[in-house]
């Protein structure tokens, strides 16, 4: 299940902090475990397939067993424990929602389970806002008033903290930005609308608009966003144009949330921005061509800075902020 050769862990240097916040990240396919300090420093980590069809019972099990190793190679005890998961959850009730990629784990109890286990507070938030708040404290949005971080890969997702706090909509919903509409005559989506920003600018939506667009399907290039890209790279003319396309998409929707929102910082992360100077440019144009009634110009588009650890760095800054009173950030748990 969890082979030495997947757990790595910090040596040779001390801790700065006493604090340890155990970080769990699910999503659709590996589950990621590891313990990070209040300054945002990962000590060590381990992952598994999530392979959700073994059931809740296991994959908790598994969440634990990981939870004890890299608790004892980091050398600390739980001061808390964070959870950042895929798809809808319910971060008041601390259970997971109806998430397409976890099936038969809808109603799981993963806050209190934990908290049960290992005798110590636990939080959970919707993976995006995980990464938010890991970039808001840690990262891209440092200092920032008001931040907006936004994923692009197989999805579109983000997370939106104002003052310091992750806004939350109605019963603690999260706000869905990747699917917002930009064109209801667009593609139909999973989420019941046409057109939303997730169909029109992620990466299976570039991968499917080259299909769709190579003359007679004779076209050599039937792979991924990332070989799209390669091919772009390579002055592929139908491969650039799917990065010209999704690029004015992205620049829409990222036009739209600085006129909603006019944010000191926007951070984009996620696998297809690994491509962003592909698509920048483009970005930048549609924005100065939208946004003409607030100073768009004083909005800052960054990269997010985290990095492959962002999500376990996210879950664990969830905890502290839910529960690190030391930060000036804490928000109490409360549900009408
Ligand atoms: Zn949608």
């Keep these: 299940m969890i082979g030495p050769s997947s757990f790595r862990a910090e040596r040779g240097i001390s801790r700065s902090s006493e604090t340890m916040i155990g970080a769990v990240d699910i999503g659709g396919t590996k589950i990621a475990v590891g313990m990070v300090d209040e300054s945002g420093r990962v000590w060590a980590r381990t992952e598994c397939s999530t392979t959700a069809e073994r059931g809740w019972p296991d994959g908790l099990a598994r969440i634990a067993t990981m939870l004890r190793e890299t608790a004892g190679h980091a050398g600390g005890e739980l001061d808390g424990i964070g959870v950042g998961c895929t798809g809808p959850v319910d971060p008041m009730a601390g259970t997971i929602g109806n998430v397409e990629f976890l099936p038969g784990w809808e109603g799981a109890d993963i806050a209190g389970e934990l908290s049960h286990t290992f005798g110590v507070s636990v939080a959970i938030e919707n993976d995006a806002d995980a990464a938010a708040l890991g970039e808001a404290m840690w990262g891209a949005g440092r200092g920032a008033q008001r931040f907006i971080y936004v994923t692009v890969g197989t999805g579109i997702g983000g997370g939106l903290v104002f003052d310091g706090q992750l806004y939350r909509g109605v019963d603690g919903a999260h706000p869905e930005i990747g699917h917002h509409v930009l064109d209801p005559a667009g593609p ?41 890209c390669a091919a772009a790279e390579r002055g592929d003319p139908l491969a650039q144009a799917a990065v010209a396309h999704t690029g004015y998409y992205l620049g829409l929707g990222l036009a739209n949330l600085i006129t909603l929102f006019v944010p000191d910082v926007l951070a984009l992360g996620g696998g297809l921005m690994r491509s962003r100077h592909l698509f920048w440019d483009t970005i930048l144009n549609t924005i100065r061509a939208m946004c003409g009634l607030v100073p768009a110009e004083k909005v800052r588009l960054v990269s997010a800075v985290l990095g492959p650890e962002a999500g376990l760095i996210g879950a664990a800054r969830v905890w502290l902020h839910r529960y690190g009173a030391s930060h000036g950030t804490l928000e109490k748990p409360s549900r009408p």
Excluded at 199 to 215: F, I, T, V, Y
Excluded at 222 to 227: I, K, L, P, Q, W
Aim: aromatic share 8%.
């Design 188 to 228: 139909a989506c999973f989420c019941g609308a046409h057109g939303c920003w997730e169909s029109l600018a992620s990466g299976p939506s570039m991968a499917r608009w080259l299909r769709d667009n190579a003359r007679d399907g004779l076209h050599a290039l039937e792979g991924d966003a990332r070989s799209i």
